[in-house]
């Protein structure tokens, strides 16, 4: 029985570590858009759990290393697509491009 509540302490002990390590960044939507490019370089989005995949009209003008700098946890770039690691702020990144595309 001691071992049970020793255990249960050590858990309670490292889910509290683990939390106070973890960041919740808020990426500033804004600079993301200045750094693909404006809205005008960007032509589709779209999102798939933590990616936010983005297709460009002219990749060379993305500043991936802002992005990275940004929050981004990785970027894969092929052909004229980003995808880009976000985490959970890929939904709200599409949702805000596609409401300042209208």
Do not use: C, W
């Amino acid at each position: 029985m001691e071992y049970v509540i020793l255990g249960v302490i050590l858990l309670i002990i490292l889910f509290a570590i683990l939390k106070s390590q973890k960041k919740d960044v808020q990426i500033d939507l804004n600079k993301l858009v200045d750094y693909l490019g404006g809205k005008d370089n960007i032509i589709h989005t779209e999102t798939n759990l933590s990616r936010f995949k983005v297709t460009l009209k002219d990749i060379s003008l993305a500043n991936k290393d802002a992005i990275q700098k940004l929050g981004a946890k990785g970027i894969v770039e092929i052909d004229n697509q980003l995808k880009i690691i976000l985490g959970p702020e890929s939904k709200q990144l599409k949702k805000y491009i596609d409401e300042i595309k209208k």
